[in-house]
Every structure is written in structure tokens, then in C-alpha cells.
């Protein structure tokens, strides 16, 4: 499985562009990249996932460079309620395969 | 879509007693299902894997005569704490895979378990 490296925390001010990067150097072929966030005493919540280049939704983009060994997920606008941990993951897209979660990025947004 | 639900949010028993968690998928049915311990400020340990019909797969240092996992149908797995002591006091997750080559796990909102 590959290993993550996050930073531990960053902090932000409301209505700011957050971006968090996250390390994966012996991220294999077939991975993928999730990133989960994480309120307290709450399941963590799905917010983005992609295999290369640059992933966007509703709430996020992930942007991957080339040759894949790191990731970026990127916050616009962040508000209050953003502040959460944020976990980065990468495991193949098999159906049966686990995660190993890293000790993630705690986020916090200030007024 | 992907809504998964545990059940019970949170449970207080005494040491010695036994608990059953239950982790539904509520709009797909969920191929594989995990479960994970987290404990106060730390990061999401996964505890086991359980396909639908089939014994669950273990993580090294996990009794699995102490936390019995069932996966009986492709919606609902249950974990049970067994002989539980406070040392077993902590957030248990669960999370289902729909399979079929989509890997994305989506998570229950956890179970606090207290051991008085």
C-alpha cells in the first residue's frame, strides 16, 4: 500500500483558496487518489478522487502532476465549516481493496 | 446516493457485557464492507474486511474472537464487542464499497462506544 505524507495542520481565513499536498512517492500503476474529510465524532466523507491530471466537483479539484507522486486538493473559498481533518489516500479501484489512513491534515478556518 | 447508517450512534455498557453495532447501506448494496477504530486524536485504524457471505479478513493484532463480524446480506454487516472492557471504549466506524471496480469507500457517521 502506498504511504501518504500530509502536512499536520494548516491554518486559513474564511473566503481563501486552500491547497493541501499530499506526498505519494511509490504510488503504483493502477492507484487512485481519494481524499476524505473528517469531522469530529463523525465518518469521514467522500469529497474527491482521480487518477492523474486534474479533478473537479462541486466542492473541490484535485490536481495531479505527471508522474503521480504527489496530489493537491484544493479548497475555494473555504469557510468556517471546512474546518475538518482532511486524510489523502491511494489504493487500487478493485472493490475489495483497504485504505490505510494517514494521520491527516487538520485544517482550521478562522473569521 | 451511497448513504450508510450505523446503529447504534452511541452505546454505554458495563465491562464484561457484549455489544452488536450494525452498518447498513441504505440506496446500494454494498459488495464489501470495513470496519475501523478510531480512537481520540488519532487517525481511522481498519479492524476488518467482510464480504457478503464469507468470513471477514482480520488486520494483524485484531482478535477476531473479541470483535465478530457478521455480513450476512449485501446491505448490513454488524460488529460485535464481546466480553467488552473500557480499554475497547472508543469510535467505530464502518464503511461499504459498492465493488463491481469502484473502489470509493463510503462511510457511517461511527458508533461512541463507552466501557464503564
Known amino acids: 500500500l502506498a504511504k501518504t505524507t500530509q502536512p499536520i495542520s494548516m491554518d486559513s481565513y474564511e473566503g481563501q483558496e486552500v491547497n493541501i499536498t499530499c506526498s505519494h512517492n511509490n504510488i503504483a500503476t493502477n492507484d487512485y487518489i481519494t481524499w476524505y474529510q473528517q469531522f469530529p465524532s463523525q465518518g469521514p466523507r467522500f469529497i474527491i478522487q482521480?487518477?492523474?491530471t486534474k479533478v473537479t466537483n462541486e466542492v473541490a479539484s484535485l490536481f495531479i502532476p505527471a508522474d503521480r507522486k504527489s496530489s493537491t486538493l484544493s479548497l475555494p473559498r473555504v469557510s468556517l465549516s471546512d474546518t475538518a481533518v482532511y486524510y489523502c489516500?491511494?489504493?487500487?479501484?478493485?472493490?475489495?481493496?483497504?485504505?490505510?489512513f494517514g494521520k491527516g491534515t487538520m485544517l482550521l478556518v478562522s473569521p | 446516493g451511497a448513504v450508510v447508517s450505523q446503529h447504534p450512534s452511541w452505546v454505554i455498557c458495563k465491562s464484561g457485557t457484549s455489544v452488536k453495532i450494525e452498518c447498513r447501506s441504505l440506496?446500494?448494496?454494498?459488495?464489501?464492507m470495513f470496519w475501523y477504530r478510531q480512537f481520540p486524536k488519532q487517525s481511522l485504524m481498519l479492524m476488518a474486511t467482510s464480504n457478503e457471505g464469507s468470513k471477514a479478513t482480520y488486520e494483524q493484532g485484531v482478535e477476531k474472537d473479541k470483535f465478530l463480524i457478521n455480513h450476512a446480506s449485501l446491505t448490513l454487516s454488524t460488529l460485535t464487542v464481546t466480553s467488552a472492557h473500557p480499554e475497547d471504549s472508543s469510535f467505530y466506524i464502518c464503511?461499504?464499497?459498492?465493488?463491481?471496480?469502484?473502489?470509493?469507500?463510503?462511510f457511517g457517521p461511527g458508533t461512541r462506544l463507552t466501557v464503564l
Open positions: 482521480g487518477y492523474k
Open positions: 464503511s461499504a464499497s459498492k465493488g463491481l471496480g469502484e473502489d470509493t469507500q463510503y
Open positions: 489516500l491511494v489504493g487500487a479501484p478493485s472493490g475489495y481493496s483497504t485504505l490505510t
Open positions: 440506496d446500494f448494496q454494498a459488495t464489501t
